[in-house]
């Protein structure tokens, strides 16, 4: 169009440049072009050619390996969303599927066996422990009993005493021989008997107490070693980490046969029993009955109060405790018995109802730990985590592989995502076919991935078993240099011009510009969207079109054509026809549209500016031609107008 342009301008040059020699009073030498100052809007735009295409297109694959039973559509059917195009052999993924719920099932199985407490054999067990917490409370009670038939013996010893006059009573004494932390032993040291006479003694704990007697069988008696190994079967051990510590302590309440043994015992978190070796010579031959600390992790002063002593006699004693980790020994602390006297008596009195006191509280305690293990398996709060950890993943891992299984059966069969018409098929039935990927791209993304997609005009081949084309929604993909992309942007409305519908004008507008470039034979080029509205059916798949985007936009503005502006460095003009005379006057223009341009300031609406025009000058000397006079040709238009003018 441009060419054309020039070739008329120079004929037009030339004619009146021979009108002006051969007939110089002709009145077109001095005609003068000129446009009115106008109120309206001014445009820019930018101008591409692009191909018509579907708004999308979907490449469609089965996502399962397999042999194909059927294909349901042929090339130019026109499918709904959802409707099925072509199916393969679904044995193999519907038997991998139902391997994959069974698995399933029996992995949710255990995880609600774990959550509701765990098996059978762990409730049986909890079951067990029950029953010997209760055969821990009868032998503290039995025990209770044994400690207040102590005490009446002693308080009969005492009203005995007191008919014979109360004899005179001695000093007592206690030390110790050694280190008061224990060495670690390979065994529990056994008793024997090796005292003359008989002793009794009670014993007391933080937890438990008991008494037992020994003489000169140095062993307890029966009932205390019952009541021992009761607690010992009873006790629910916590995991331990050590031997135990003990250390032996000082002796108290000593008197002429009475004395009180202590010490103190930490079980390192492990089930330990304790007792106290005594005697009157360095072998320390006898033994009180073992009693069961418990399974803590802090030391525990424990006591035993030996009876039936010798008067005025010295005894050594030193601590013993045992757990399933070895044996500790507390070192030697030695004491004397005073002489008998009513005071001793009332003493060890005292000393049995204090024993009878802590065994009742080792039946509270008893009690406490049997109401415990109750409210354990009534509320089945002793469930194993990490048992239920781990089947809870089991089971996530399950419902995954599930899922999986679901997908690969779905994708034995070819479903259509998009409403349009089949482009391809390219596969029959009987093939075997491996898996793949379904795809649906718009038309923007076909033509940026494929160049020969382009090329061609049309929406691109697919490598997808079935592709299907959205024709009834249709874009154009057109390309601007970088120099003219910043000037493009999402939502600005665009004319669509058709090749082979020249009467055919579509609105658009831009709906995608790509954030990245192309680059052909060393140009930089930018992929743009516009979407046409509502496009008659006349318009095709494939067709060349012409789009220009309008890109600024300014209403309401004064404006004048583009050729009446000459700009010299950053100073524009327009020639003002004023009657019969033309004047240069100074402009400040705005936005630069197509053909017109905005004039901020310098001319009113209505006013006439001079136009570039044509002429052939009567003085020139050489008889050449006149030339085309034009926007930045020189200021106001040059002096030949103004001649023509003047």
């Known amino acids: 169009m441009l060419y054309g342009v020039l070739v008329l301008a120079f004929a037009a040059v030339a004619g009146l440049g021979l009108n002006y020699v051969f007939n110089p009073s002709s009145p077109a030498a001095s005609a003068v072009r000129t446009a009115t100052v106008e109120r309206g809007v001014v445009q820019t735009t930018e101008t591409s050619t692009g191909n018509i295409a579907g708004a999308s297109t979907a490449s469609l694959d089965f996502s399962t390996s397999g042999t194909v039973t059927a294909v349901d559509v042929a090339v130019g059917d026109h499918v709904h969303a959802g409707e099925v195009l072509a199916k393969i052999d679904p044995s193999q993924a519907e038997a991998a599927l139902s391997s994959a719920r069974a698995s399933l099932a029996a992995a949710q199985q255990n995880l609600a066996t774990a959550q509701q407490g765990g098996s059978s054999s762990t409730k049986t067990s909890n079951k067990a ?36 006059g109360c004899p005179t009573s001695g000093s007592s ?3 110790s021989t050694g280190a008061s932390s224990g060495s670690s032993a390979s065994s529990s040291s056994s008793s024997s008997a090796s005292s003359s006479g008989s002793s009794t003694g009670t014993g007391s704990s933080g937890s438990t107490g008991s008494s037992g007697t020994s003489g000169s069988s140095g062993s307890p008696s029966s009932s205390s070693t019952g009541t021992t190994a009761a607690a010992e079967s009873s006790a629910v051990a916590l995991a331990s ?41 360095s072998s320390l031959d006898e033994s009180t009955p073992a009693e069961i600390v418990g399974s803590g992790t802090s030391a525990t002063t424990v006591t035993f109060t030996l009876t039936n002593l010798r008067p005025d006699t010295t005894y050594g004693f030193r601590i013993v405790a045992t757990n399933a980790y070895g044996t500790v020994e507390g070192a030697v602390v030695n004491l004397t018995t005073e002489k008998t006297s009513c005071a001793t008596d009332r003493e060890t009195v005292t000393s049995d109802a204090q024993t009878v006191q802590h065994q009742t509280a080792a039946v509270n ?16 709060a002793q469930t194993n985590a990490t048992t239920i950890e781990q089947d809870r993943a089991t089971v996530d ?19 259509s995502p998009i409403t349009g018409t089949v482009t391809a098929v390219n596969g029959s039935a009987g093939e075997t076919v491996s898996a793949g990927t379904s795809t649906v791209s718009s038309a923007a993304a076909l033509a940026t991935s494929s160049s020969s997609s382009s090329a061609s005009g049309g929406s691109g081949s697919s490598s997808g078993f079935i592709t299907v084309t959205n024709l009834g929604s249709l874009d154009v993909v057109v390309s601007f240099p970088e120099a003219d992309i910043g000037q493009v942007a999402v939502g600005q409305p665009a004319t669509v011009t058709l090749a082979a519908l020249t009467s055919t004008e579509l609105p658009g507008k831009v709906t995608w510009v790509s954030p990245t470039s192309t680059v052909s034979s060393n140009v930089v080029d930018y992929d743009v969207t516009i979407a046409l509205g509502d496009p008659p059916s006349t318009v095709r798949d494939g067709m060349t079109a012409d789009v220009s985007v309008v890109t600024a936009t300014e209403s309401g503005v004064l404006y004048v054509p583009s050729s009446a502006i000459t700009t010299v460095g950053t100073r524009s003009t327009v020639t003002v026809l004023q009657g019969k005379k033309q004047v240069t006057r100074q402009v400040v223009t705005g936005l630069v549209g197509s053909s017109t341009t905005q004039v901020v300031s310098g001319l009113k609406a209505g006013e006439q500016v001079v136009l570039p025009t044509v002429s052939v000058s009567s003085t020139a000397s050489s008889g050449t031609s006149g030339a085309f006079v034009g926007r930045g040709f020189g200021r106001g238009g040059g002096g030949f107008l103004r001649r023509l003018g003047g």
Do not use: C, H, M, W
Not at 373 to 378: D, R
């Open 365 to 380: 305690q008893a009690k406490l730990a049997l109401a415990a293990q109750q409210a354990s398996i009534a509320e089945t």
């Open 397 to 415: 891992t399950d419902q995954a592989t599930v899922s999986s299984d679901e997908t690969a059966l779905a994708g034995t069969t070819i479903t």
């Open 129 to 164: 422990t029950l029953v010997n917490d209760q055969s821990s409370l009868a032998a503290a009670e039995q025990q209770l009993g044994s400690d207040e038939t102590a005490l009446a013996t002693a308080q009969s010893q005492l009203a005995a005493d007191e008919s014979l």
């Open 173 to 175: 004494s206690a030390g």
């Open 241 to 281: 980490t050590a031997a135990p510590s003990a250390s032996t302590g000082a002796a108290s309440g000593v008197s002429a046969r009475t004395a009180t043994l202590s010490g103190s015992v930490d079980p390192n978190g492990a089930s330990t029993s304790y007792s106290f070796l005594y005697g009157r010579s």
